[in-house]
């Protein structure tokens, strides 16, 4: 029988004999904790998620069915071997005897009238495919073709950037010549946008094989992304490879069918028509349909475009779940290595170490090899040269001292298209070359740090002004005596961020991109990669250079800005010259409730704490400027591993380790975030408090 015992913030650590019944114990507590999280994500798996948070969810749940997430998930499953099947069920198993007691103690359950539901042995893999077919950002396919369209092929390299929607990390390994201890350390934090409940599950897994503390995703079994085995840690961060292709497909019916056109011509495609139920609605009918490239996720036979997607696994079957339970077994980076040689999706960035002095530093996942033209735009798909060749190696690094990986071009190059300007990662390795003796409890100083660098293009624009009114003279001088760092309190910060908020505004009203300002009419879901002042403001360093887009004249613009804030002409949800940062920067955690709150911003999203920080900053609390200041997306979690000793090792989330509004736990780590403090991981089971048997509790709630 599985014991679970919990920390003082409510964290499981779970103790069992073997694997089998340690997944069990996952699964049970997984969704005692986080029942509405994890059974709003097998919705979405489906695509039935309108039926209970209406009608704002019919554009993703009629992707979630036009790309075949749940059908891919079934596919994967098939094709696992016995062992891990077995491993899946388990946690399966556990989820099913959850469900109904995690569903009783909240209230969002009652509220929206959704029951639990039973869980499929392929769930898990469903729910991991939802969580990242869009990690790769396919859509900005979509965003290149169309500024390919109106300005031509050569302006597609404008915008390439980190974009708002992306999802990135920080990440760095210290060798042990580097450390205190003389052992490695390893650290980051990924960024994901910052969901209520959170997507990292802090959590211990023990049972005779194996001893693993780390971060798991609600609804997966195991522990994928950051993980410490007492012998060998490890660490990821999205490759920016890119691993999805866009297909433009010539559709006709034909026989009461529906035929594709691709190099050999004609051929059958698979079709039939779903209906999507919508709470307080109409219901949606959806004709999905799948050519030999892929499902058709943009368009249909009777529309005027239709575009397929192809992504790895709906081609090969193949979602890499078998890496996950031997990363649990792994006692040495080789083992890691080889565990990783299983991944699929998504293609990341991997750190490990162990306690012996191995290091790694590689690529893990699925890229195929084809045409470059795929990795840029939609492609035809009639014409053979498109056609997927294989797939690449993995590349590797050596890690001589230091490793730092925060999406930028560096193992992964060779994959991607689209990578992080190289700020963070600059910035990690000079905040950590300016020290030495590193410990596990320091890594807040990197994690927190608020230096902008990518403000440096706008700040050499303004200093380049003259006979400028003494109001807004006043204004550049003062920000080129800023101290460059993004700090909630920083009135110079702020004032930053008002001048180039009215700069991105401006640059995206310029006639020069008059044409992309009208999106496409691609899907809704796709909205977020087709707005061009988010495209502006995450690449508004690029488009600040000189000539770099005939009749964007930058200096008339940024005097234009520099004026506009200086007089305090902006709208009142951006604030002037003298708000601070923090007034505005505020944390917005994302919410999957069918009406927003009282108090709330739109779309159920509230506003949380003041935040230092910005989307280049180390401290990557992202905003996208031009559009907002609140903060969406940031580090999901904190971690730092110490090789040394693992009762050193320190992590924090953004909320709490309890997924119910209002308990204990919900959001008890909050304000350690927000500063950046780092919570002790407990190892030391004679420190923790067992639940008793038949009953779960956190800390002083129980479930009588």
């Not at 192809?310 to 083992?335: H, I, N, Q």
């Not at 035809?380 to 001292?401: K, N």
């Not at 009142?572 to 944390?587: I, K, N, T």
């Not at 003041?610 to 990557?620: R, S």
Request: proline share 8%; hydrophobic share 45%; net charge negative.
């Amino acid at each position: 029988m599985a014991r679970v015992f919990r920390d003082r913030w409510g964290v499981p650590h779970l103790r069992a004999d073997e694997p089998g019944e340690l997944a069990h114990a996952q699964g049970r507590v997984t969704a005692y904790d986080r029942a509405w999280q994890i059974e709003v994500e097998r919705h979405r798996s489906l695509g039935v998620s309108a039926a209970f948070l209406g009608a704002d969810a019919v554009p993703w749940d009629r992707f979630a069915r036009q790309a075949r997430l749940d059908d891919t998930a079934r596919r994967c499953h098939a094709r696992l071997d016995e062992a891990t099947v077995t491993w899946v069920a388990r946690y399966v198993d556990g989820v099913n005897a959850g469900l109904a007691a995690g569903a009783a103690r909240d209230p969002r359950f009652a509220a929206v009238g959704l029951a639990p539901g039973r869980w499929e042995p392929w769930t898990p893999l469903a729910i991991w495919l939802t969580h990242h077919v869009l990690f790769a950002g396919f859509p900005t396919k979509l965003w290149r073709e169309h500024v390919a369209r109106r300005l031509g092929p050569d302006a597609v390299t404008l915008f390439h950037a980190d974009g708002p929607t992306s999802s990135g990390s920080n990440g760095w390994l210290l060798a042990g010549d580097r450390t205190a201890t003389g052992a490695a350390l390893l650290a980051g934090d990924p960024h994901r946008y910052i969901e209520d409940p959170g997507i990292y599950q802090q959590i211990r897994l023990a049972c005779r094989e194996y001893d693993v503390v780390g971060l798991a995703v609600p609804g997966v079994p195991g522990i994928a992304h950051f993980g410490h085995a007492g012998d060998v840690a490890w660490a990821i961060t999205n490759a920016m490879a890119d691993y999805q292709d866009l297909y433009a497909e010539r559709l006709r019916r034909q026989g009461g069918g529906v035929e594709a056109y691709g190099p050999d011509g004609w051929r059958p495609a698979r079709t039939h028509t779903e209906t999507i139920a919508v709470a307080g609605g109409d219901p949606v009918e959806v004709e999905i349909v799948e050519t030999d490239r892929g499902p058709v996720v943009v368009g249909g036979p009777d529309a005027p475009e239709a575009i397929s997607l192809r992504y790895p696994p709906r081609v090969t079957g193949e979602l890499g779940f078998a890496a996950l339970p031997a990363l649990l077994r792994s006692r040495t980076v080789a083992d890691v290595d080889a565990a990783v040689d299983r991944w699929v999706e998504p293609v990341n960035v991997v750190l490990a170490a162990d306690t012996a002095g191995g290091l790694l530093h590689r690529v893990a996942g699925a890229v195929p090899v084809r045409h470059p033209d795929n990795r840029l735009r939609v492609v035809p798909a009639w014409e053979p040269g498109h056609a997927w060749q294989g797939w690449h190696a993995m590349p590797r690094a050596e890690v001589p001292d230091v490793a730092v990986m925060a999406n930028e071009r560096g193992v992964s190059a060779p994959l991607g298209v689209e990578f992080a300007p190289p700020h963070r990662a600059r910035r990690i390795r000079e905040l950590l070359d300016a020290s030495s003796g590193w410990a596990a409890g320091r890594m807040g100083e990197v994690h927190t740090d608020t230096y902008a660098a990518a403000a440096e293009p706008l700040l050499a624009l303004l200093s380049d002004l003259d006979d400028l009114p003494p109001e807004a003279a006043a204004l550049r001088d003062r920000l080129l005596r800023w101290d460059r760092r993004m700090a909630a309190d920083s009135g110079d910060a702020g004032a930053y961020a008002a001048v180039r908020a009215a700069l991105v505004r401006r640059v995206a009203a310029h006639p020069a991109l008059a044409a992309l300002a009208e999106p496409p009419a691609y899907p809704a879901l796709f909205a977020p990669w087709l707005a061009l002042t988010p495209r502006v403001g995450t690449a508004l360093g690029t488009l600040l250079a000189p000539g770099v887009l005939p009749g964007l004249a930058t200096a008339a613009l940024a005097r234009a800005a520099l004026v506009e804030v200086a007089g305090g002409a902006l709208d009142p949800a951006v604030g002037g010259a003298g708000a601070r940062w923090g007034a505005r920067h505020r944390l917005a955690p994302w919410r999957a409730l069918p009406d927003a709150p009282a108090g709330t911003a739109s779309g159920g999203v509230e506003t949380g704490p003041e935040l230092d920080g910005d989307h280049d900053c180390v401290l990557a609390t992202s905003s996208v400027p031009g559009v907002t200041d609140l903060c969406l997306r940031g580090p999901a979690a904190r971690y730092a591993w110490d090789l040394a000793r693992r009762a050193d090792s320190r992590w924090v989330v953004p909320l709490g380790a309890d997924g119910v509004p209002g308990t204990a736990h919900h959001d008890d780590q909050l304000e350690s975030w927000r500063r950046g403090d780092l919570l002790p991981v407990v190892t030391d089971w004679d420190e923790l408090t067992e639940e008793r048997d038949g009953e779960e509790q956190h800390g002083g709630e129980r479930d009588d």
